[in-house]
């Protein structure tokens, strides 16, 4: 079974692919998050997990998600994770993950997607983006042949720098950046409550008509990205910069 967490797609995109590709169920933790559901799946394929990488690590939601869950029958656990350019380390994280929850870990597997993270970067232009989606295609290949074949995802190398990013680094980037204070919201607002409905932890209520955001906040980009008007901003960070959205997969 693939199970996903995804902000603004990439994740969900690359999910479905896998699923297609190797005729198995997909399931998205949504719901689960964002109503504090502990989930309780069965599969007899192997469980692939497959996230967005924040900060060099799968997002904590989703790996609390995964913790707090109950997933019987197949003991194997992959790891598919969606990146602007690395995961870092985030395999011995992953490694760490399976032991705690008694998978047999098989390996993590980086895919290059878009970049969807204008609190700091750009994403790219719509050609642009389409262009990476279409270059992500054979990694998904691969990891699925792996997965069909029963075998483990090619180790990546783990450098210092990559221990680094993924440690001391994910840890100051929760502690510092991973706020919601900054999010604002000008009069173009519409008040079509989307970015309510996208905030996979709920901390997004309309007053008045207008999005106000609550202490929680996983900085998954779901809000700013889905606006139709682009009418919140992350403070000045994200003025002047496309929003992305990844284009549904649809087979």
Known sequence: MIVYF???????????????????SCTDAFSFIREGIGAELVSLTPWVFVAPTYSWQLPHVFMDFIRSGSFAGS??????????????AASLYNQDLCQDKGF??????????????????????????????????????????????????????????DRIKSGPVNRLFYRFNVKAKPFTVSSACIS??????ACPLGNIRLEGGKPVWGNRCTHCMACICSCPVEAIEYGSASRGKPRYQCPEYRG
Not at 6 to 24: E, H, I, K, P, V
Not at 192 to 197: H, I, L, P, Q, T
């Open 6 to 24: 995804t902000g603004t797609g990439n994740s969900r995109c690359c999910a479905r692919m896998l699923s297609d590709l190797l005729q198995d």
């Open 75 to 88: 003991r194997d656990a992959y790891f598919v994770m969606t990146c602007g350019s690395d995961a870092g």
């Open 104 to 161: 047999l870990y098989r390996g993590t597997f980086p895919i290059v997607m878009p970049e969807n993270y204008i609190a700091l970067f750009s994403a790219p232009q719509q050609a642009e983006a389409l262009a990476i989606i279409a270059a992500a295609r054979p990694s998904l290949d691969r990891c699925a042949s792996c997965i069909r074949e029963g075998q483990e995802f090619p180790r990546q190398k783990i450098s210092p720098l």
């Open 192 to 197: 079509c409550g989307r970015c309510e409905k």
